[in-house]
T-cell receptor
Framework: DGGITQSPKYLFRKEGQNVTLSCEQN?????MYWYRQDPGQGLRLIYY???????QKGDIAEGYSVSREKKESFPLTVTSAQKNPTAFYLC??????????????FGDGTRLSIL | GEDVEQSLFLSVREGDSSVINCTYT??????LYWYKQEPGAGLQLLTY?????DMKQDQRLTVLLNKKDKHLSLRIADTQTGDSAIYFC???????????FGTGTRLQVFP
């Protein structure tokens, strides 16, 4: 079945540590997105990518980094500069960015906590 | 700036209808979406409506769009305990490539 796979489901970060969240899709979508979800705040866009080797900052990119070396993969690194990383992280994909006739499809999320 | 607003909570009795409301400040003329999020899971696309429509019905779900008032609603008929979840509306941004999500409405269904 086509879909988006996020791993791990739960992740713990120590002080000063960088951690990487994985997102893989087999939907052949060009566009991929990372969102952060906090209680009562909805979804906030961290980074998005329209195509391989290209990505743009979203609304809350500080303390995060991404790469897009393959169409299928869009990993998110939460760096030590992100002082409040505890949240639920959601990865999504769509056929294209800017084509709002096509919905975004979501993975099952990764919950990141501070140790 | 662009904003999508929803009330945070809704509680209904099993078998009753639920109505979840959403208002948006601006949107390109295109699709508007409703997503459902169950505990600990990602967002699942529930239904959508094109901006030139007033209503769309899909089994127990009815979407109503008042474009003049920028108001979108999702009605769930015969609400079941399995409908308990967070419901997000989403509207495409008018002048960027982004999809703007509301804060989500937590629907609780009690017997």
């Amino acid at each position: 079945d086509g879909g988006i796979t996020q791993s791990p489901k739960y992740l713990f970060r120590k002080e000063g540590q960088n951690v990487t969240l994985s997102c893989e899709q087999n939907l052949n979508h060009d566009a991929m997105y990372w969102y952060r979800q906090d209680p009562g705040q909805g979804l906030r866009l961290i980074y998005y990518s329209q195509i391989v080797n290209d990505f743009q900052k979203g609304d809350i990119a500080e303390g995060y980094s991404v790469s897009r070396e393959k169409k299928e993969s869009f990993p998110l690194t939460v760096t030590s500069a992100q002082k409040n990383p505890t949240a639920f992280y959601l990865c999504a994909s769509s056929i294209r960015v800017g084509d709002s006739n096509q919905p975004q499809h979501f993975g099952d999320g990764t919950r990141l906590s501070i140790l | 700036g662009e904003d999508v607003e929803q009330s945070l909570f809704l509680s209904v009795r099993e078998g009753d209808s639920s109505v979840i409301n959403c208002t948006y400040t601006d949107s390109s003329s295109t699709y508007l979406y409703w997503y459902k999020q169950e505990p600990g899971a990602g967002l699942q696309l529930l239904t959508y409506i094109f901006s030139n429509m007033d209503m769309k019905q899909d089994q127990r779900l009815t979407v109503l769009l008042n474009k003049k008032d920028k108001h979108l609603s999702l009605r769930i008929a015969d609400t079941q305990t399995g409908d308990s979840a967070i419901y997000f509306c989403a509207a495409p941004s008018y002048n960027t490539d982004k999809l703007i999500f509301g804060t989500g409405t937590r629907l609780q269904v009690f017997p």
